[in-house]
């Protein structure tokens, strides 16, 4: 086991000097992520933007053991990362739910797999589908439910197994835009009543505002961080419909849009 390093203990997530380069082995080095630099705080909702195939995806791979770093260290909760690290979430765009089982059973699958009793990770599946909504479809296949609740499906599955790190890649881009809205406020109750740390990933300036504590923006490939916004918005960031009215939110928007236009 990895020896356990410096790290302050409210910060479960460390990525020092993280860099890839693809193809090295074959005489045609790529290099798509620089150096890349920066910390993850308990109870913290950070949001990771930049142009589109800037390395955002590769980033999120590298930070849970998914790719091999080139450059660079993590840790978490002080120990280098060796191998996919325990007590992490990972939602990817696409549920991925399995359509033989039912909403219920999906939710349950990752505590079956870690041999949790079937009364026990069925009553957990049902408690977190009841507080995202889906109380009256525990039953239904996968088949007869909408986008929105698929990705809620999704979501409590995540959830279920208790991760104290959540890493998001777009879960929420293809839905529209009111059901967009609804799962991030969901999002955000479950994450911020938990005390839990959520990194996520998005094309949606007004997704990263509206969720997050801070905004990093990564620049085209090879990447690295070319700024930094910690975001201060006013009352309860659960209410994300309240957040976007506010004259704060728009200048942050506009901020970083232009930093992500000009790099």
């Known amino acids: ?68 770093l080139s450059r660079g260290h993590v840790l978490w909760n002080g120990r280098r990362l060796g191998s996919v690290p325990p007590r992490m979430g990972y939602m990817l765009q696409k549920d991925l739910l399995l359509p ?85 406020r969901d999002t955000a109750k479950l994450v911020r009543e938990e005390n839990r740390s959520l990194l996520l990933i998005t094309h949606d300036v007004e997704e990263a505002v509206g969720l997050s504590d801070r905004v990093m923006v990564l620049s085209r490939p090879p990447c690295t961080v070319v700024a930094e916004h910690p975001i201060n918005l006013a009352g309860d960031r659960t209410d994300i419909v309240t957040a976007r009215e506010m004259p704060e939110f728009g200048r942050y928007v506009h901020t970083i849009w232009n930093e992500l236009d000009v790099h």
């Not at 992520?33 to 109870?43: D, K």
């Not at 909403?103 to 589908?129: K, S, T």
């Open 1 to 68: 086991m990895a020896a356990a390093e410096a790290q302050p203990p409210d910060r479960p997530l460390v990525a020092s000097g993280l860099g890839k380069t693809f193809g090295e082995e074959d005489g045609r080095p790529v290099e798509v992520i620089r150096s890349i630099s920066f910390s993850l705080g308990r109870g913290e909702i950070v949001s990771i933007v930049g142009p589109s195939g800037c390395g955002k995806t590769t980033l999120l791979n590298l930070l849970c053991g998914l790719l091999p």
């Open 100 to 184: 033989w089982r039912t909403a219920v059973q999906n939710v349950a699958l990752g505590l079956q797999i870690n041999h949790v009793p079937r009364r026990e990770r069925l009553e957990v599946a049902r408690a977190l589908l009841d507080r995202l909504g889906l109380a009256a479809f525990t039953d239904y296949y996968p088949s007869a439910l909408s986008g929105g609740m698929r990705q809620r499906v999704a979501l409590a599955r995540t959830l279920a197994p208790q991760p104290e790190v959540l890493l998001l890649d777009e879960p929420f881009s293809a839905l529209d835009f009111q059901t967009k809205v609804l799962m991030q």
